[in-house]
């Protein structure tokens, strides 16, 4: 069964640096690879996924993530982060023909102005 | 375009009472599912539906119920209402096989048992 990781449980950054939130995952082939994000009282919207091809994946919002086999790895990142950008992240993983993703626990951010 | 609605929005419950939550999705997606989520503990998955008929046991299904008699609703039901469920519920659908689109939530359910 696959699982996955968010080492980190709170990232705070500053207004306008980069970010990257990590996120592993323990699988024997190439599973397909989510990112979510869920603002406050609000549910859960897609940022980005990774089935296939290009490992660097570009989604809403100017995040951007990059599959790693190696490393069994799916970071989120984004080169300048806003204050609205504050909302709890959450990395997923689906196994190959299943079709119910393994969430991890969420990663906090937050940004000082 | 709705997508994903689900009622009520908050919900107080006493120990031993019971309660159905709503979820309704407008897609046409044939795959449904309930998630509770709980502080620091990410997504639990309760039950799930790869279509109208078709229920499936979740992650943590003690405590509820569900049913898919149509393609658009996927109701939980909470029987004999314990503290442990204290939680937030949220729906989810997906279209196809496999999770390649990714999901739709809903905006949530916050549910209290005192």
């Known amino acids: 069964a696959q699982s996955v990781t968010q080492p980190d449980i709170h990232i705070t950054v500053s207004e306008g640096a980069s970010l990257e939130l990590r996120c592993n995952y323990s699988?024997?082939?190439?599973?397909?690879l989510f990112w979510y994000v869920q603002s406050p009282g609000q549910g859960l919207q897609l940022l980005l996924k990774?089935?296939?091809?290009?490992?660097l994946v570009q989604g809403i919002k100017g995040f951007e993530a990059e599959f790693k086999r190696s490393q069994s790895s799916f970071n989120l990142r984004k080169p300048s982060v806003h204050w609205s950008d504050a909302a709890e992240y959450f990395c997923?993983?689906?196994?190959?023909?299943?079709?119910?993703?393994?969430f991890g626990r969420g990663t906090s951010l937050i940004v000082h102005p | 375009n709705a997508g994903v609605t689900q009622t009520p929005k908050f919900r107080i419950l006493k120990i031993g009472q019971s309660m159905t939550l709503q979820c309704t999705q407008d897609?046409?997606?044939?795959?449904m599912y309930w998630y509770r989520q709980d502080p620091g503990m990410g997504l639990k998955l309760i039950y799930y539906?790869?279509?109208?008929?078709?229920?499936d046991k979740g992650e943590v299904p003690n405590g509820y119920n569900v049913s898919r008699s149509t393609t658009e609703d996927f109701p939980l039901r909470l029987e004999l209402a314990a503290p442990s469920q204290t939680s937030v519920y949220f729906c989810?659908?997906?279209?196809?096989?496999?999770?390649?689109?990714?999901?739709?939530f809903g905006s949530g359910t916050r549910l209290t048992v005192v």
């Open positions: 989810a659908s997906s279209s196809g096989q496999g999770p390649t689109g990714g999901y739709t």
């Open positions: 699988y024997g082939a190439t599973p397909y």
């Open positions: 990774y089935f296939s091809g290009d490992t």
């Open positions: 997923a993983v689906g196994a190959g023909g299943s079709y119910i993703p393994t």
């Open positions: 897609m046409n997606h044939n795959y």
């Open positions: 539906s790869v279509g109208a008929g078709i229920t």
